[in-house]
């Protein structure tokens, strides 16, 4: 069975472009309870170990520079089925090939600064959460 709980980041692009209350708007009208949420600024060695299992993908110097450049919107969302609805309302990595209407679709630049990171699974959005939140079981 699916989790209630996922993790996201509001990532510099779109934090930088001043699209943080739309997208916060998005996720709440779809539904999505904030469970705990903070401004934040990833250093590279943080953003390195958050991204460490894309340790070996040829963009991962890119994305480590990228998700350290500027603050970011941590948060956790909660919801039913929370991990694939919302990678549904965010769309696909690449902003030019996500659904109309997701938040990649409409404040995603490109594949690497795609305005918003989801959960892949219930696993990992228990992994990321408790990344950036230390106290989580407290929510
Ligand atoms: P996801 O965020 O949709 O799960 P992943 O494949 O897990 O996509 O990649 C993690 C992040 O790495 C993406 O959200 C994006 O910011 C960046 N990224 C993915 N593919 C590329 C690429 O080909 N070039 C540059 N950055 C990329
Ligand atoms: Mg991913």
Redesign the pocket.
């Known amino acids: 069975m699916s989790g209630t709980r996922t993790f996201t980041m509001i990532?510099p692009d779109a934090v930088k472009a001043g699209n943080s209350g739309a997208i916060l708007k998005m996720i709440e009208e779809a539904g999505f309870r904030i469970v705990a949420m903070k401004l934040t600024k990833l250093s590279p060695e943080k953003a390195g170990e958050f991204?460490a299992v894309?340790k070996e993908?040829p963009?991962y110097g890119?994305?480590v520079e990228?998700m350290s450049s500027g603050p970011i919107i941590a948060a956790i969302l909660e919801k039913d089925n929370a991990v694939e609805d919302f990678r549904k309302l965010i769309g696909?990595?690449n902003p030019a090939e996500a659904e109309p209407g997701t938040v990649r679709a409409l404040y995603g630049t490109s594949?690497?600064?795609?305005a918003i990171?989801?959960a892949?699974s219930d696993e990992n959005a228990a992994r990321e959460g408790s990344f950036h939140f230390a106290q989580v079981e407290m929510f």
Not at 111 to 114: F, L, P, Q, R, S
């Open positions: 990532k991204y894309h993908r963009f890119e994305l990228y696909a990595t594949i690497g600064e795609n990171h989801g892949d």
